[in-house]
């Protein structure tokens, strides 16, 4: 089946490092790339979607010059928390599809934690 | 928001016992899919149930769609212990947004 993968699994820093987080399809061109973030025990929360290209669209609340998203090519898109600090701490999740109407294929996940 | 709502919110059974979960949605839809979440991991997908599709199996899992009630139920059968995990439906229209899941416990 379809694969994406997702890097670091983890990461643990001090506040105020930028982390960047790599979401790659590996046996398909995902031609859009969701990135959410999970609180223990909620659900997934849809941060932002972006389409290879083209400016990620960001979900309301979500600040766009805080995370940074790159969806540069049809099988990578990044992730990047600027200027980190402990309430950016969570599970960050990247999945990535080919086309509409399709499943996602999700990465397994970032544990990001700021100290 | 095409979110899902899935319910019960948690449910604890034997194994052995089936498991039925349920989702409902507000808009129509085209498809509808289903997800398993094991607990520090990204979601798996198991299930797509198109809109003209009432009932779709695969293994030990049975998905069940009511466009008339905006609704969808995922039964799965003869539970094991590495069933434990949460489960959550999303529908499509443009992008993907989960409620709040059901977390099954399978209990050995």
């Known amino acids: 089946g379809a694969v994406v993968s997702q890097h670091p699994s983890r990461v643990i820093c001090k506040s105020g490092t930028s982390v960047k987080i790599e979401c790659r399809s590996l046996d398909f061109q995902a031609t859009t790339m969701f990135w959410y973030r999970q609180f223990p025990k909620q659900s997934l929360m849809l941060m932002a979607t972006?389409?290879?290209?083209?400016?990620?669209?960001?979900e309301q609340g979500v600040e766009k010059d805080k995370f940074l998203i790159n969806h540069a090519s049809l099988t990578l898109s990044t992730l990047t928390v600027t200027s980190a600090h402990p309430e950016d701490s969570s599970f960050y999740i990247c999945s990535a599809r080919d086309r509409a109407n399709q499943p996602q294929h999700f990465g397994d996940g970032t544990r990001l934690s700021i100290l | 928001s095409q979110q899902g709502e899935e319910d019960p919110q948690a449910l604890s059974i034997q194994e052995g016992e089936n498991a039925t979960m349920n989702c409902s949605y507000k808009?129509?839809?085209?498809?509808l899919q289903w997800y398993r979440q094991n607990s520090g991991r990204g979601l798996v997908h198991l299930i797509l149930?198109?809109?003209?599709?009432r009932e779709k199996h695969s293994g030990r899992l049975r998905v069940t769609l009511d466009t008339s009630k905006k609704s969808s139920s995922l039964l799965i059968t003869a539970s094991r212990a590495a069933d434990t995990a949460s489960y959550f439906c999303a529908t499509d229209v443009l992008d993907m947004r989960f409620g709040a899941g059901t977390r099954l416990t399978v209990k050995p």
């Open positions: 972006s389409n290879e290209g083209s400016k990620a669209t960001y």
């Open positions: 808009t129509s839809i085209n498809n």
């Open positions: 149930i198109r809109s003209n599709e």
